[in-house]
C-alpha cells in the first residue's frame, strides 16, 4: 500500500480531495491538503472546522472529499474527529472493524489557535491517535479577513487596519506549534506547501507516530494577504527561506531544523510581494517593521539553539 | 423477575446506561449530574461495560465527541445539567440536524446568574427547540424506564433522533427512593442491538457529514426535521406498550390523574407532581373534584392529546419550573396554544414555581387548586402568570 515519495509514483495515485471543489484560485488549502492525503499510507477519515476548506468543499449535494469526512461545527474539530477515533476502537475492540484508519482533522488558523484551542489542547491531552492539521493562512479569511491570534504583528486586516495612528496588527503571533509540542506529543511539526517533500515525509511521521500530533502548515491566501493569484508556492517558498516559517518537528521532544537556508534571505523579501505589509515601508511605520523582523529572528535564534541540541 | 432496590436517581440511570452497554461514552463533571456519570465510569473501570469512555475537557466537546462517535456509527451516550446543557446549546442543534440518536440523562438544575446549583427546569427548557426528544420524570422509577425506553426510541430506525431523559436535580437524582430494576438481559432484548445507519466507519461507502446547505435547500432540510417529529408520538406509545409487557409499567405521553371527572386541574412535571397527586387524593376528600395532567413527552409536544383531556375542566393552572422573563412559562406557553383550537377549553393561569430549587409544597398545590375553585365558580381570573413560594 506504501507510495514512494517520488513525484512520479505519487502521481499514480488517485486524488481523494478531487477538482469541482470552490476555493478561491490560487488558494494554499487544497494543495496542502492533496498533498496530506496522498502522503497518507492508510484509509483516512476526516474531521473539517467550519472555515474556507469546509464552506468549499462540501456543498450539498456534492462533496470534493473521496474520504469519510465530517464537519460539525468551528471549535470542536479535534474533539469530533476524538469521538470518531474512539469508536473505531470500541469497534476494534469487539471485532467490527479489520482495518488499520487514520483520523486527521483539518482546521484554519482561526479555529485551531483561537476557538478551537481548548478542544484541540483537549484531544492531544487524552491522547487519541489522530493528526490535527493547521492550515495557517494569517486571519480569518473565510469571514473576511479579520486578525487572528496566528496574524504576524504589523499585518493590515479589517479587525486591525493599518490607520494613522495604529499601523496593522500591534501584538506579535501566538507560538502554536511550540505550544503543541509543550503537550509532550510524540509529533509536532512545521510544513511548507513549497516544499512538499518535507511536508509529505511530515505527514507519514505524524501518521505513524501511535499517538497525538500536531501540524502547522503555512497556506498561502491571495485575497488576505492581497498578493498575485499565482504566488502561492513562490510565497511560501519565501516564507521559509527568510525563516518567516521556519521548517522543524519535534520529535519525542527533540527539535530539528529540517530545512536551514544557505543564505537567510532578508524578511522583506516576503513582506513586500503582500500588500497586507505594504503601510510597514512608510517611514513611520519603520518601528513597526524592525519589531516584525526582530519576532522573527529571536524565533529562529531560538531553533538554531534548540536544534543544536 | 425485577429487583426492588432503594437507591438515588442518578444510581438508577446510570444502571440503565449500563444494561444499554453503549459503545461510547464521552462526559465531563457538572452537579448533579456528575455522581451518575461516576458511577458509570466505574462501570467501565470494572469491566462491567464495554464503553469507550472520553474524559473530555468541556460540555462542548463532550457533546461534539458525542456527535462524531455516533457519525462513526454507534451507541453513544452522556450526561449533563444545567451550564454544561448551555454550553453545549449550539451543539445539540447538530446532533439532531445530523439525526444522531445520542442519548442524553439531564439532571434538571437552575441557570445562573446568579449562580445556583439546585433544581429547576431552565436548563433542558431552554433546549426546547434543539430538535432533541424530551422524556420528563416524576421519580427514579420513571428516569430508569425512560431512559430504557429512550434508547428503543431514538435508535428507531424512522426517526434516529437524540433524546433528552430529564429528571430533577438533587431530589430525584440524590434522594433515595424504592424502585426496582429489570434484568440486564431483559433490557438488553428489550432494547437491541445498535442498528448502524451511515457510518464515518463504513469506508467501503464513504459518506459526507455536515454539509453547507443554501437558501435553495435548508428550509426543506428543516421541514423534514420536524417531519420526523411529527412520527414520535406513534413510536413513544409502541416503545411504551412493549416496555408494559416486560415491567408491568405503564406509559403514555403524559399521564392523566383523577382528570376523567375533575373541574378543576394541574399541568405540572416531575417531582413536584407526586406532591401534587397526594393533594388531588385530599381535595377529592373534600368533594373538590381535583385532577392532574403529568407531562412525559415535552418535545414532540402532543398539543391535541392534551387538548382533549384539559377541554372539558373548568379551571387549569399550568406550573412551571422554569421562567421565560417577559413572557409566560414555557409549559403554559404549550397548554394554552394546544387548548386554542377546543371549542370547549377551561380558564387558565400560570403559576411559576420551584426555581433555584425552592421547595414545592402540598400548601403551593393546594393553595392553587383553591384559586382554581374560585375562578369555576365564576370568580374570574385575577392574574394569568403569578409567582408562588416567594417570599415578600
Known amino acids: 500500500m506504501s507510495t514512494e515519495l517520488k513525484l512520479k509514483e505519487l502521481s499514480k495515485k488517485e486524488d481523494l480531495f478531487t477538482h469541482g471543489h470552490r476555493m478561491c484560485a490560487g488558494c494554499g488549502a487544497p494543495i496542502i491538503v492533496k498533498m496530506v492525503l496522498l502522503a497518507a499510507e492508510h484509509p483516512v477519515i476526516a474531521a473539517n472546522a467550519t472555515g474556507c476548506l469546509e464552506v468549499s468543499s462540501c456543498i450539498s449535494e456534492y462533496t470534493a472529499w473521496k474520504i469519510p469526512w465530517i464537519h460539525t461545527a468551528f471549535e470542536n474539530a479535534a474533539a469530533t474527529i476524538s469521538g470518531v477515533e474512539t469508536m473505531y476502537r470500541a469497534y476494534k475492540k469487539k471485532g467490527k472493524m479489520d482495518k488499520d484508519v487514520k483520523f486527521i482533522a483539518f482546521g484554519g488558523d482561526g479555529g485551531t489557535y483561537d476557538i478551537g484551542f481548548q478542544s484541540l489542547s483537549g484531544a492531544m491531552e487524552r491522547g487519541h491517535d489522530m493528526l490535527y492539521i493547521c492550515y495557517d493562512n494569517g486571519a480569518y479569511m473565510n469571514t473576511g479577513i479579520q486578525r487572528s491570534s496566528a496574524t504576524p504583528r504589523g499585518a493590515d486586516t479589517t479587525t486591525c487596519p493599518a490607520g494613522s495612528v495604529i499601523p496593522g496588527k500591534p501584538q506579535r503571533r501566538k507560538d502554536l506549534t511550540r505550544i503543541m509540542a509543550a503537550h509532550n506529543i510524540p509529533y509536532a511539526a512545521q510544513a511548507a506547501p513549497s516544499h512538499w517533500l518535507d511536508l509529505m515525509k511530515k505527514v507519514r511521521k505524524a501518521l505513524s507516530a501511535g499517538g497525538p500530533t500536531f501540524m502547522n502548515i503555512i497556506s498561502p491566501c491571495n485575497r488576505g494577504w492581497r498578493s498575485k493569484t499565482d504566488d502561492a508556492i513562490a510565497l511560501s517558498r519565501l516564507a521559509v527561506e527568510t525563516c518567516y516559517w521556519p521548517l522543524y518537528e519535534v520529535e519525542n521532544g527533540e527539535t530539528r531544523l529540517t530545512f536551514k537556508p544557505k543564505t537567510k534571505k532578508p524578511l522583506i523579501e516576503f513582506l513586500k510581494p503582500q500588500g497586507r505589509f505594504k503601510h510597514l515601508f512608510a517611514p513611520e511605520n519603520e518601528q513597526r517593521l524592525k519589531q516584525l523582523e526582530a519576532d522573527i529572528d529571536a524565533e529562529w535564534q531560538r531553533l538554531l539553539k534548540e536544534s543544536a541540541g | ?392
Open chain 2, 1 to 392: 423477575m425485577q429487583k426492588v432496590v432503594a437507591v438515588t436517581g442518578n444510581e438508577a440511570v446510570a444502571n440503565a446506561l449500563r444494561q444499554a452497554n453503549p459503545d461510547v461514552c464521552a462526559a465531563y463533571p457538572i452537579t448533579p449530574a456528575t455522581d451518575m456519570m461516576q458511577r458509570f465510569a466505574s462501570f467501565v473501570s470494572n469491566g462491567e461495560v464495554d464503553t469507550e469512555l472520553i474524559l473530555v475537557e468541556s460540555e462542548h466537546s463532550s457533546m461534539s465527541a458525542c456527535i462524531g462517535a455516533s457519525a462513526a456509527g454507534g451507541r453513544v451516550i452522556t450526561a449533563t445539567s444545567s451550564q454544561g446543557l448551555a454550553l453545549m446549546w449550539e451543539m445539540l442543534h447538530i446532533a439532531s440536524g445530523d439525526n444522531l440518536p445520542i442519548i442524553m440523562p439531564v439532571v434538571n438544575r437552575a441557570l445562573s446568574a446568579p449562580l445556583n446549583i439546585h433544581g429547576d427546569h431552565s436548563d433542558a427548557m431552554g433546549a426546547r427547540d434543539t430538535g432533541w426528544i424530551q422524556l420528563w420524570s416524576e421519580d427514579a422509577q420513571e428516569a430508569y424506564d425512560n431512559t430504557i425506553q429512550a434508547f428503543r426510541i431514538g435508535e428507531h430506525l424512522a426517526l434516529r433522533l437524540p433524546v433528552m431523559i430529564n429528571l430533577d436535580g438533587f431530589i430525584i437524582s440524590h434522594s433515595i427512593e424504592r424502585m426496582e430494576y429489570l434484568e440486564d438481559k431483559a433490557v438488553e432484548d428489550f432494547i437491541g442491538e445498535f442498528k448502524v445507519v451511515n457510518a464515518l466507519l463504513d469506508l467501503d461507502k464513504p459518506k459526507s457529514y455536515g454539509p453547507l446547505i443554501l437558501p435553495d435547500l435548508y428550509i426543506e432540510y428543516k421541514r423534514l426535521q420536524h417531519e420526523i417529529m411529527s412520527r414520535v408520538k406513534g413510536v413513544v406509545l409502541d416503545v411504551a406498550e412493549d416496555f408494559e409487557k416486560l415491567s408491568g409499567r405503564k406509559y403514555g405521553l403524559f399521564e392523566s390523574y383523577r382528570l376523567e371527572d375533575a373541574e378543576v386541574g394541574l399541568v405540572i412535571m416531575s417531582s413536584a407532581a407526586g406532591t401534587a397527586k397526594d393533594v388531588v387524593d385530599s381535595l377529592r376528600v373534600k368533594g373538590i373534584k381535583a385532577g392532574l395532567l403529568k407531562p412525559r413527552l415535552f418535545r414532540p409536544f402532543p398539543y391535541g392529546e392534551m387538548a382533549a383531556s384539559l377541554q372539558n375542566l373548568k379551571a387549569v393552572a399550568v406550573m412551571d419550573r422554569a421562567d421565560s422573563f417577559g413572557g409566560y412559562g414555557p409549559v403554559f406557553m404549550e397548554v394554552s396554544s394546544a387548548l386554542y383550537g377546543s371549542s370547549k377549553r377551561p380558564a387558565l393561569i400560570n403559576k411559576i414555581y420551584g426555581l433555584g430549587g425552592r421547595d414545592f409544597l402540598p400548601a403551593h398545590a393546594e393553595e392553587t387548586f383553591l384559586e382554581l375553585v374560585d375562578i369555576a365558580k365564576g370568580g374570574g381570573i385575577k392574574t394569568i402568570k403569578e409567582y408562588i413560594g416567594v417570599r415578600q
